[in-house]
């Protein structure tokens, strides 16, 4: 071995150490993040565009005034503004974590490999979209994928599945959650939309068995209720690497959070998620009852409730105030300054 190659090797390493100091995000300032979620937070309270879901009968009574930040860190600091204490159902963003546990259980390949990871630019509650491939060639965050990932929840009986899964939702709030019994009620009497999705998912053999006992689960878990705070440490324990970073405990398998944040940047938003992305780097998932959570990888978890929403469902209010706060506090993943 030569001097010189020892001196490069010894400069290669001294570049490489270099990088990965700088590559290490500073925790956040408090008074950064507070300034942030009051710009937000005072910014959008007036606005009055969307409008509460109504498709589910329940969901167009919830007080469409609520409106909430919080945004949590790694480090377990918990930021909030406005209102933190109204719960309303998780909705979609119930999809999240039920493919977190599926990939838990089982590993990501199944979940590639049964209906796949890719956008499908169409509506949550597609039919086309299923036709077009044969309930493949989606992903587990619009209807027909997500009712496919709670049929995949092993246990031996409907309770069974089902305490699985809200302990599951529990350990990443970090608090028992509980079922907004209304809400749950109201969709399972008009869902007959999804209980034809998830016929179809049976049929070309998606859903091995039991269509409606998975339909049935599927929106009992989309009736968790939670508040904003509930969201952001369930955002933040994907931010933290799968360790809930309030009760310090890890939730999931370190090793999935990846594919989980893969899957919320391509299909979080629905047919918006392009949009989405351009705009924030985000990974982040939405739901009808109004909340929206959102992942800076390393960083923070972020979530705003505010029913209003758009026309592709996602709310109003927390798409502009998470973008907002993000951007103002360097959230983006894909925002880089040049090396040197
Ligand atoms: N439970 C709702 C449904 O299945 C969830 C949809 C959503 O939040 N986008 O229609």
Redesign the pocket.
Known sequence: MTLSYLAKTAALLAIWIGTLAAQAAQPLAKADVEAALNAAYTKYKDLSEGANAD??PALAKVDSAIYGIALVTPQGDIYTAGDVSSEVSI???SKVFTLALVMDEQGPEAIFNNMGVDATGQV??SIVAIEQHKGAEMNPLV?AGAITATSMVSGDSRAQIWNKILNYYNAFAGRELSVNKEVFES?AAT?QR?QAIAELMYAYGHIKSNPDQATDI??EQ?SVNVNVRDLAIMAATLADGGRNPVTKKQVMKNENVSEVLAVMATAGL?DDSGKWLYLTGLPAK????GGIIAVSPGRFGIAVISPPLDAA?NSVRAQKAIADISNALGGNPYAVEPAM
């Open positions: 498709y589910i909705q979609s963003i949550f509650n209807n969709e869902n999804n599927y929106t989309c629905y939405s739901g009808v009852g469902g």
